[in-house]
């Protein structure tokens, strides 16, 4: 029991850092303006709306934290690597 809780302490630890990337990644990227930034700015708002439909969905059906984390870190890391491109 305390494995899981210290894996998805760290899982959440990670996330946050990952998340810091592609929000300075973003950043860069609105601050250029232009139809680039527009882009950028709706897929986020898109998936920020998606993320938090699904996480809610796996919680209220009964699924576990560390689902909703690992998926977040998939879609926050796929983020990153295309940003940095």
């Known amino acids: 029991m305390w494995q899981a809780w210290m894996r998805l302490s760290r899982d959440v630890t ?10 300075a990644l973003r950043m860069l990227r609105l601050a250029s303006g232009g139809p680039v930034a527009e ?12 993320a938090f439909v699904e996480a809610a969905a796996t919680l209220a ?7 909703v984390v690992s998926r977040l870190r998939r879609k926050v890391r796929a983020n990153g690597r295309r940003l940095r491109r």
């Not at 950028?40 to 998606?50: G, H, L, P, S, Y």
């Not at 059906?61 to 689902?67: Q, Y």
């Open 14 to 23: 990670l996330l946050g850092f990952e998340a810091q990337e592609v929000i």
């Open 61 to 67: 059906t009964g699924g576990a934290a560390e689902h």
């Open 39 to 50: 882009a950028e700015m709706n897929r986020m708002v898109d998936e920020k709306v998606t």
